[in-house]
């Protein structure tokens, strides 16, 4: 299962990077997605990295949000710039088949079977 931590409290135009780790194992062979939930609105997802390292953003992410892993830390991360108020919600990690892991971002229920506990990010003045 993967944690994913890193939330805060931050102000509009601040960045933030959350990151994501497998309690108990790797991300060999496995995508890694990161999802969000804003209150009263369906999961979507946000950025996916294949287990090569390929990376997708969905077009509303592109250019402020990016994902990144580090191996020997065992930990996929997800960088964001420039937030918005909008940007407020609950974001999850979660694990993806490799061959998928792109379009796992717009069908998220289809492809995650179990979601793990997720971090809060609001943003806020």
């Known amino acids: 299962q993967l944690q994913a931590s890193g939330g805060g409290l931050v102000q509009p135009g601040e960045s933030l990077r959350l990151s994501c780790v497998a309690s108990g194992g790797t991300f060999d062979g496995h995508g890694v997605g990161w999802f969000r939930q804003a209150p009263g609105k369906e999961r979507e997802g946000v950025c996916s990295m294949t287990s090569g390292g390929d990376t997708y953003c969905a077009d509303s992410w592109k250019g402020r949000f990016t994902i990144s892993r580090d191996s020997a830390k065992n930990t996929v991360y997800l960088q964001m710039n420039s937030l918005k108020p909008e940007d407020t919600a609950t974001y999850y990690c979660?694990?993806?088949?490799?061959?998928?892991?792109?379009?796992?971002?717009?069908?998220?229920?289809?492809?995650?079977?179990?979601w793990g506990q997720g971090t809060q990010v609001t943003v806020s003045s």
């Open positions: 979660a694990s993806l088949p490799t061959v998928g892991a792109f379009v796992a971002i717009h069908f998220p229920d289809v492809y995650v079977d179990v």
